[in-house]
Structures are given as C-alpha cells and as structure tokens.
C-alpha cells in the first residue's frame, strides 16, 4: 500500500461515518442545553477515559475551565485521570477498576454529569465509574464506538459513533467534544436570564407536578448540589430527567 492509498483509506473511513455520525451528533444540542443548566447552577461534569480518550476527556475540560472562543466565566469540569497522585495511589490500593469510580464518588454530587469516553465500550474501569455514577444520583453519558456496547448499557445517554474504526470513533469523539461546548456556550446567556426554579420532576415513577413561575427559595441552585456557592445568579430550568433539555423545554 503506498502512502497516498493510507491516506485515502483513512479518509474513506471518515468519510463513511459523517452521515450516520451527523444523526448522532443531533443529540449533542440537547446536552448542551443540559449541561449548560447544570454548570449554571453550581454543579460540574467529571469525564474520564483511557488512553487517547483520556486526552480527549482532559480536552473537554480545558474548554470549559478556559474558553472554547469567547470570553465567559470558567465552569467546573474535572477530568478524572489527571489528578495523576490519586489516580495511582487508588490503582495501587483498590485495583485499577476503582481509579475513576473512587473519584466519582469523592467529587460528584446528585445531580452532577458523569461523561465517560470509550471507543470500545467495554473498558471495566469506565463501567466501574458508571455504575458509581449512578449510585451517586449523576446523570451518566457516553462517547463510544458502535452500539450496543456494556458502558452504554449503563449511562443515561450515549453519542455512539457508527464506526468499526477506533480511530475515527476518536476523531469524531473530539469533533463532538467542540460541538458540545458550542452548544454549551449558546445556551448560558439563556440560562442566566431566567430567575426562577421550577420545581423538579422526580427521577422515577410517575412526574412531579411543576410549578413554573414559582420564586426560587434561598437552598436552590448551588448549594444544593453539594457544591460551594460560586455566586452564579439561579435560573428558571427545571431539572433534567429524560424528556427535557437543560433549557426547561420538553423535547420533541
């Protein structure tokens, strides 16, 4: 194979994933909604993955603790593999299934986002981390290859990428890691005009009535989420079961 056939049968392979990723990806404006909601309030997003995914999920992090273009205040993301002491003192300890999950419950509060990135799916410390996640009472989402998968499985949500490639999952990992924060930086200014809290729907059974209108009291918002007051003014967003976006509109 000559060096322009590598390249164009990379690029092949790209190519051939773009249509069916660009159905997928639709879901990435609703997790900005949600997750723009979420950090608004005071609460954050851990991600973790391995390898090239542990880049990516370090890369999503600096969008959001810096900026992905403009200006704007920084937004609490923890990428779980970088805290590198931890990460080897729970691995030496617990076992390396324990490094991220470990983590997640020493970080995550009720109601916080849990994003875990595998081109595989069946990576055991990330399944680990899911099940942890969701016992904590986070939101669970997925980047991974093709579906079904077990981390699947396990979130909420997954971004499935309809490739057999990993290094296209990985690719367009990243291209959905920029799309997020773009959705996530169109939503804030939304987010932070409106002033007041509905009451939530409850995660399961039947939903709870909602109250929209209703002044929000003095313990919603930040403190709520276990996280310290960061001065952030509260919205008017009801909380994210399945069946809203983060901006308080029902899906369609």
Not at 51 to 76: C, F, I, M, N, Y
Not at 169 to 194: I, K
Not at 206 to 212: E, F, L, M, T, Y
Request: charge should be negative; proline fraction near 7%.
């Amino acid at each position: 194979m000559t060096r322009h056939d590598t390249l164009d049968a990379h690029l092949a392979g790209l190519a051939a994933a773009l249509l069916p990723y660009r159905r997928e990806a639709e879901r990435l404006a609703v997790w900005g909604d949600e997750l723009a909601w979420t950090l608004a309030r005071g609460g954050r997003i851990l991600v973790a993955g391995n390898g090239g995914s542990a880049a990516e999920a370090q890369h999503l992090t600096a969008e959001l603790v810096g900026k992905l273009r403009d200006d704007r205040e920084p937004l609490s993301a923890i990428a779980l593999h970088a805290e590198t002491s931890a990460l080897t003192a729970i691995g030496n300890d617990y076992g390396y299934e324990e490094v991220f999950a470990r983590q997640v419950r020493a970080h995550g509060r009720r109601d916080d986002i849990l994003l875990l990135m595998s081109s595989s799916g069946s990576s055991r410390n990330l399944l680990t981390a899911a099940r942890a996640g969701r016992q904590t009472g986070l939101r669970c989402w997925a980047f991974t290859g093709p579906a079904p998968n077990p981390l699947a499985d396990l979130c909420d949500d997954v971004l499935a990428v309809p490739s057999p490639d990993s290094q296209v999952v990985q690719e367009l990992h990243l291209v959905s890691t920029h799309l997020l924060c773009e959705f996530v930086d169109q939503a804030l200014p939304l987010v932070r005009q409106l002033r007041t809290v509905p009451v939530p729907p409850v995660r399961t059974g039947p939903a709870a009535p909602v109250q929209v209108g209703s002044p929000a009291p003095e313990t919603v918002g930040h403190r709520t989420n276990g996280h310290p007051h960061n001065g952030n003014p509260h919205n008017g967003h009801p909380h994210n079961g399945r069946g809203f976006t983060g901006t308080g509109w029902a899906a369609s």
